[in-house]
């Protein structure tokens, strides 16, 4: 499968964007360039033309139909396709989201050509990109891999409110005020938390939520 060509297409609504990486990636004879789009429902006009890719490289941000609603899309009519989230977000919350929605991988825009072409050869091959920002811990949850090791039989009532407030969009400081404790309290449930589930951020623990039903939406 690795000396496969690979076929993509680019969902983006910044223009110079998609044709800086258009052109960087077509020094690359592994990788076939099928179409770009500026958003989800031009994306959804080349899926209907053309032949499909394999991997999708796809913005968060865009008009009319935003990453969230493209890749919720194509996991309901194209299951098959591959989807590679590039953003400036780095932030927990639109990784969380992307993920929980369907990609297989998460990748900054800053990111070197080489990284990007890695992350399309994986997730072509393998369903799913990993690097520091999602984890093999990450993987397993979302391959729905269980772990005698993360049983939540010996997370406490609080432990639980604290993974299920760690979905929101809320603060440490905010998740204290909610649950009438202290700040300091709240850091130590989080520590334990890294500990006990061998998790080192809260995007984890938000993965870890979602897959053992804690999570609401």
């Known amino acids: 499968m690795q000396n496969s060509t690979i076929s993509i297409g680019i969902v983006d609504d910044h223009t110079l964007f ?8 077509s020094e690359y004879n592994s990788i ?11 994306m959804q006009q080349h899926l209907k033309n053309g032949p499909l890719p394999n991997v999708i490289l796809l913005d968060i941000s865009m008009p009319v139909m935003d990453g969230y609603q493209t890749v919720q899309w194509l996991r309901q009519h194209h299951p098959a396709i591959h989807i590679l989230a590039l953003s400036t977000f780095e932030e927990d919350m639109p ?11 998460y990748l900054l ?3 070197r050509i080489g990284e990007v072409v890695n992350a399309i050869q994986s997730i072509y091959e393998q369903g799913f990109y990993l690097n520091e920002v999602v984890s093999g811990k990450m993987l397993h949850s979302l391959q729905g891999k269980s772990d005698s090791s993360t049983s939540t039989s ?4 609080n432990e639980i409110r604290f993974l299920q407030l760690c979905c929101s969009e809320m603060t440490y400081k905010e998740m204290a005020v909610e649950m009438n ?5 709240i850091d130590n ?14 995007t984890g623990l938000v993965i870890y939520a979602i897959k053992h039903a804690f999570y609401i939406p």
């Open 181 to 185: 404790l202290s700040p300091h309290t």
């Open 95 to 105: 990784i969380i989201k992307m993920l929980k929605s369907g990609a297989g991988g």
């Open 154 to 157: 010996h997370l406490s009532e």
């Open 189 to 202: 449930y989080r520590q334990a938390l890294f500990e006990k589930l061998d998790i080192k951020s809260r």
């Open 18 to 25: 998609r044709q800086g990486l258009i052109s960087l990636l």
């Open 32 to 42: 076939k360039f099928l179409f770009e789009a500026g958003n989800g429902q031009e």
């Open 109 to 111: 825009k800053e990111s």
